[in-house]
C-alpha cells in the first residue's frame, strides 16, 4: 500500500491581506505598540507587507526585526535563539507588542522572544500573529493569537515549515523531508530543487 502524501501550499498574498484585516488593529494604538518581525520566515512576511499600497508598515512608528532562529539537530531537540527588540534601552510606555511571522509551529520562538525581552519592555500585552499555526503550540504569556490557517490538533502536530527555509537552506530541506516524509523525502526534495 502506497503511503499517503499530502502537501498543501498556501498564497502568501491572500494571507497578508488576512493577516492586515485582523479586527484587532483596531484596537492598538499604533504609537503605544511595537511589531515585532523576528527572524527570516518574518521577513518573507515583511516582504509581503511592504507591497501594500501605501505600505502598510508606516502606519506603525515602532518596528523591530531581531535576529531569531531555531536550530534542529537530528537527535537532539530544536534550539532557538533570539536577540533583543532594542539591544540596549528600556522600553518604556509600551502597551502592546505583536509579534509577526510566517509560522508558529511549536511556539519556541515567540515565547523565547518574550522571554528574552519581557524584562526591559516592562507591562506590555504580548500578542502574535501569523500566516500557519500549529495548534498544539504552547503560546504561554500570549494574551492573543491570531493565524490565518491553523493546522494539527492539540494532540497531533502535522508538518509545516516555510517553503522559503526550505528553498533557501538544503540542510533544513533535507532534514525536515527524512524528518516527516518517509520514503517521500525525496519526491519532495526534488520538488523542491526545483524551485532553487
Given at each position: 500500500m502506497a503511503e499517503k502524501f499530502e502537501l498543501t501550499i498556501l498564497d502568501a498574498q491572500a494571507m497578508i491581506n488576512d493577516l492586515l484585516s485582523w479586527q484587532g488593529w483596531g484596537r492598538l494604538d499604533p504609537w503605544s505598540t511595537i511589531i515585532v518581525l523576528p527572524g527570516n520566515g518574518a521577513s518573507i512576511v515583511k516582504k509581503y507587507i511592504k507591497k501594500t499600497k501605501p505600505s502598510w508598515l508606516n502606519r506603525w512608528p515602532w518596528k523591530f526585526s531581531p535576529h531569531a532562529k531555531r536550530v534542529w539537530i537530528p537527535g537532539e531537540n530544536p534550539q532557538t535563539f533570539v536577540n533583543r527588540i532594542a539591544s540596549t534601552q528600556m522600553l518604556l510606555g509600551v502597551k502592546n507588542i505583536v509579534v509577526m511571522d510566517d509560522v508558529i509551529s511549536s511556539g519556541a520562538t515567540i515565547r523565547h522572544l518574550r522571554q528574552v525581552n519581557e524584562p526591559w519592555i516592562p507591562g506590555a500585552d504580548?500578542?502574535?500573529?501569523?500566516?500557519?499555526?500549529?495548534?498544539?503550540?504552547?503560546?504561554?504569556g500570549f494574551s492573543r493569537i491570531c493565524a490565518t490557517k491553523t493546522v494539527g490538533t492539540k494532540d497531533r502536530k502535522v508538518p509545516i515549515n516555510s517553503l522559503s527555509t526550505l528553498v533557501e537552506c538544503r540542510e533544513i530541506a533535507e532534514s525536515y523531508a527524512r524528518r516527516n516524509l518517509g520514503n517521500k523525502a525525496e519526491v519532495f526534495l526534488k520538488i523542491i530543487e526545483g524551485l532553487r
Open positions: 504580548w500578542q502574535a500573529i501569523a500566516w500557519v499555526k500549529q495548534e498544539s503550540a504552547a503560546v504561554k
